[in-house]
């Protein structure tokens, strides 16, 4: 049996049962960083990168190195791995892919082990959906030229900075990279996985990631799009994702959190009966 705590006990016990565990409900500290990971992180990284290319002039330096490696011309514009393998073969697996999601949430409303499914699956289309049609409705509104476009690649353009094209230009469809698009779209993936709590969310980036700097890359190398192109293609897609899972998934998935927190977080005391039947130790006044 436990002695009973001296009379100094009452009032500490009576501080640490007004003080809070943490200056904000564990629920409320998680939603916070969670937009602190998926928007201002991600932000700051694509004002970064963009700076960082636009200082350092990034797009003339790799698309000039590409060019003079295959002979100061496209030697891989035409080349049946660049074309056939992953340009067509590329946008043909994406297809695949949507043609599998669309096929699985149909499903849902059939089979009772996929019903689950079915908010997740219908994230997944609408922001690969959409995140594909801003890219190229983008393309046609930005009258940004490609590489092989300038007589500095082999064109017949004077070569001129992208908002100079933006600003006087009314002819290219090169930004941002469509292709590319192909494979970034699928960062709804990582998404999917998010609000599943599930670990293959990183496995889902990963593909989603792999997927679209291969498309990018060879694009790159047929002298289709600058790496720029490419780093606004990945944001529009990731933050495309973002508004959708907030417009579509976000409620659940907070609701979620506060479950968990609620079945894992410690009962304050605030009465010494309390404290005692809690901690087995008798509190004398």
């Known amino acids: 049996m436990h002695p009973a705590v001296n009379d100094a006990s009452p009032s500490l016990l009576r501080r640490s049962a007004h003080r809070p565990a943490s200056p904000q409900p564990p629920a409320q500290l998680s939603m916070q960083k969670f937009w602190v990971n ?80 079915r908010r997740p699956l219908t994230f997944l289309l609408l922001a690969t959906a959409t995140s594909s049609l801003l890219v190229v409705s983008a393309k046609s509104l930005t009258h940004i030229a490609c590489p092989w476009d300038f007589n500095r690649y082999g064109g017949s353009l004077p070569f001129m900075s992208e908002l100079d094209q933006f600003l006087h230009s009314d002819s290219g469809r090169c930004f941002p990279a469509g292709h590319a698009s192909a494979g970034y779209a699928w960062l709804a993936l990582y998404f999917v996985g998010l609000y599943r ?19 990018g890359v060879s694009q790159q190398l047929r002298g289709a799009h600058f790496i720029s192109h490419d780093v606004w293609t990945f944001a529009i897609s990731w933050f495309t994702a973002l508004v959708w899972f907030r417009l579509a998934l976000y409620r659940s998935y907070k609701q979620s959190l506060s479950n968990s927190v609620a079945t894992t977080s410690p009962v304050l005391t605030s009465t010494p009966s309390a404290y005692a039947a809690e901690t087995g130790i008798k509190v004398s006044s």
Request: aromatic share 14%; glycine share 8%.
């Open 38 to 117: 998926h928007l201002c992180y991600p932000l700051l990284a694509f004002v970064l990168a963009v700076l960082v290319i636009s200082v350092f002039h990034l797009d003339r330096v790799v698309a000039d190195a590409l060019y003079w490696s295959e002979g100061h011309q496209w030697a891989l514009k035409d080349s049946w791995i660049t074309t056939t393998l992953i340009h067509k073969g590329g946008k043909n697996l994406s297809i695949a892919i949507a043609v599998v999601t669309f096929f699985l949430l149909a499903g849902s409303w059939l089979t009772p082990a996929l019903r689950h499914w």
């Open 197 to 215: 709590h599930s670990g293959w969310r990183w496995l889902g980036l990963l593909l989603a990631v792999l997927m679209g700097v291969v498309f």
